[in-house]
């Protein structure tokens, strides 16, 4: 059994698991099936040790930093000047009711009592403007921290974007025109509705600008589906056509499935040049792209 645990460990490839091995929670099952006793729950899991001490974290922020020198600038200087006015009100003589009051005004004065409020009523406001750009902020100080970051490092994980993927116009080889490439990547998808890889999801709803492609999509019954395999890099279906032919259909990474076509069959070199020029042309914008071929005996798309 091949399990993912990319969300755990962070490593592209999946892991194999057997007889005794521990699966974790939050990683996914890419091939293979089996039968598991559940061990641990919630924060006793490995995903839950690890939520348990990000929530724990005791950090101070810059944020309250400031606001705690504030204060402790406002404290010292209060009690200077209260430590003035008495010693120059014994020198003066004067009732210590009267010191009591110019203390009280002081204290009143110089002590911000009204900042937490100021403070947090501001940082809520920010907080809601946030919430309306789907943004969810778990600490108030959290906002002000994130505004004076200056440099930010991030992976491409798509965390910063919206994590929406859509298909532009597709790159076909000559003799294969746009709704056969739509309608051979959409067989090379899962019919799941709940629970859709993000990919095939994308492709399938690609597919209403397709009608051609759409209608035949009913006219095909799937007999196999390998969902995508970290180590061939491809996504595998057999499917059965009208006239009850076998037929495979293939999407994955760009590399792979053009040494697949190369073994299933005769591929001209002047195709198979041009596909690697425009393969990394598009890697420089990140786009996916999918590929068909036939052999002799197994139609292979």
Not at 72 to 81: A, C, G, Q
Not at 239 to 264: S, W
Request: net charge positive; charged share 20%; glycine share 8%.
């Amino acid at each position: 059994m091949v399990v993912d645990q990319a969300a755990l460990t962070g490593e592209s490839l999946a892991a194999s698991k057997g007889p005794g091995d521990d699966l974790f929670s939050s990683s996914a099952i890419k091939r293979g099936s089996c039968y598991a006793v559940v061990t641990a729950t919630g924060e006793k899991t490995f995903v839950g040790r690890a939520a348990t001490l990000a929530g724990k974290s005791n950090g101070v922020g810059h944020f309250t930093e400031v606001i705690n020198n504030i204060g402790t600038v406002l404290l010292v200087l209060v009690i200077l000047w209260l430590l003035i006015i008495w010693s120059s009100g014994f020198y003066r003589s004067l009732g210590i009711v009267k010191l009591l009051e110019y203390a009280l005004i002081i204290a009143v004065v110089g002590v911000p009592v009204g900042l937490p409020a100021v403070v947090t009523t501001t940082m809520a406001v920010g907080a809601a403007f946030l919430a309306k750009k789907q943004a969810n902020d778990q600490k108030l100080t959290a906002i002000e921290s994130l505004a004076g970051v200056e440099i930010l490092c991030s992976d491409k994980t798509g965390t910063l974007t919206q994590n929406k993927l859509t298909l532009h116009d597709p790159y076909c080889v000559e003799g294969v025109d746009d709704e056969m490439l739509m309608f051979v990547s959409a067989l090379a998808a899962s019919r799941k509705k709940k629970g859709m890889d993000a990919i095939d999801k994308a492709v399938v709803k690609a597919l209403g600008k397709y009608p051609q492609a759409r209608r035949r999509m009913r006219e095909y019954r799937m007999l196999e589906f390998q969902p995508f395999d970290p180590v061939s890099k491809m996504v595998t279906a057999k499917v059965i056509d009208p006239e009850g032919n076998t037929c495979i259909a293939v999407k994955g990474a760009p590399p792979f499935v053009l040494r697949m076509v190369q073994k299933a069959g005769t591929l001209d070199p002047a195709i198979a040049q041009k596909y690697d020029d425009v393969v990394s042309e598009f890697a420089d914008r990140d786009s996916w792209y999918l590929t068909i071929v036939r052999s002799s005996s197994v139609r292979y798309w």
